[in-house]
């Protein structure tokens, strides 16, 4: 392989959704780098978290596809990927695929999911993981589960009960986490910081052999933020006559927002770094996310599950080798095409994302086990509660094409969200049929009954 081969990165800014940065402004206000960019502005995640999303951008193959997703035996982390990607993985992953065109490939993870044993690891040389923030997010899903446990207790109360019970070691093992992660907070800065400026120093003190790529994943848009917020109540609003509190969702929303400069820093910071190595102009640079975040504006908070807008229209920059001043594309484009554009790279500079004509989204029912978040409730209300977490459990697929998106109940074929210009509209059955958006679904899944035709 020639030396003049383009080193490609794929950065995955996780739980990044789209508009927080504003990267066309960065262009305009001559922020270093950022001119270079092609900014893709309508850019669809084939999931609406990690697991299915960072699977689709490695294979190039949409969750039910790969196979890699939640269902009811499998939710949130009890999708083990040991389990599933010996048996349903039959994809060759983009950084295989680079391995035998002689790349040295790098990772460097801050998602407890994409960490080495994962099998996210395929065809890389060097794979790092840290793990730090992730403590505090055990610690707080821990005493999460307590209070829930104990019927809504504080802190103190959850205290209290444990001794009574002669839960004394499982106290102290809970004390030993709090002392650790208080340790790691006064470290880091945490939770502003989650550990992006420690990339930037690992990379620093590793010398990338060329041609090379770097994939890396930060999660400083991540949750937790300073305002914690807990499984309940991500979905209280959905199955439950409970109102999030006002205060607390606009506190959350503006730290939120707030992670964006931190995420800005963190490329900057990087970006000088790569030119000061002088291979800026000879790197392919992707910039993307695996999904968004959503902050109650369905009634629904955090990622999973649903197929909202703010979880699955994601940032994507593209800095193509030997090119300067970038543009603005606007067609419709997903994740998973950032796959072949990578296995088509070459030193003839002779390739470009080539969007998809519509671009689809997939989840598989309600992504959490909600049932610790019930266990304080009266008989009768978990069993009500049990009825309205079943009404959304079922699979969604959302398609985007042109200026449509289109939600369809995968089991009933009944359309749940219709956009126009991503503003709820009147179903319009002139429009839908002159899209053809129909005849995508049920070409990508022929499984799915559409009364609406």
Partial sequence: MSLKEPNIILVVIDTLRDGIINFQQLKYDNVPFF????????????????????????TGKYPSEHGIHEDKEHRTSSVNLNDFFPTKLEYTTIFQKL??????NYGISRNISIRPGTVFERGFDVFQYFDFPFSQQQFSVLISELSEEFGGASKKEIISKMIKAGRIREL??????????????????????????????????????????????????????????????????????????????????????????????FLIAFFTHLKGMNEWDNTLIIVTS????????????????????????????????????????NRVCSSVDLFAMMDSISSEDNYELIPSEVAFSESFGVLHDMSSALNHKSS??????????????????????????????????????????????????????????????????????????
């Fill in 99 to 104: 391995k035998k065109k002689g790349y040295t």
């Fill in 172 to 265: 102290v093992n809970l004390y030993n986490t709090k002392r650790r992660v208080e340790r790691l907070a006064d470290r880091f800065n945490f939770p502003t910081e989650k550990g992006a400026s420690y990339v930037v120093e690992t990379i620093k003190n590793t010398s990338l052999l060329k041609p090379f790529s770097l994939f890396l994943n930060v999660m400083e848009m991540h949750e937790p933020y300073s305002t914690p917020f807990y499984l309940y109540d991500e979905y209280k609003e959905i199955i439950s006559n409970e109102r999030m509190n006002l205060n607390k969702v606009n506190k959350i929303r503006k730290e939120y927002s707030a992670q964006g400069e931190q995420v800005k820093n």
């Fill in 380 to 453: 009768a209300e978990k069993e009500r509660l049990k009825n309205a977490i079943e009404s959304i459990d079922f699979r969604r697929i959302s398609a985007f094409k042109g200026n449509i998106k289109l939600t369809l109940n995968t089991l009933t074929g009944e359309i749940i969200e219709y956009l126009e210009n991503s503003k709820p509209a009147e179903i319009n059955p002139k429009i839908i049929k002159e899209s053809a958006i129909i005849d995508d679904i049920e070409i990508f899944d022929s499984k799915i009954v559409i009364p609406f035709r």
């Fill in 35 to 58: 001119k270079d960019f092609t900014i893709y502005e309508n850019c669809i995640a084939p999931a609406p978290w990690t697991i299915p999303s960072h699977a689709s951008i490695f």
């Fill in 290 to 329: 695996d999904h968004g975040q959503s902050l109650w504006e369905n009634g629904f908070g955090g990622h999973g599950t649903f197929l909202y807008n703010e979880l699955v229209k994601v940032p994507l920059l593209i800095k193509y080798p030997k090119r300067e001043f970038g543009r603005a594309d």
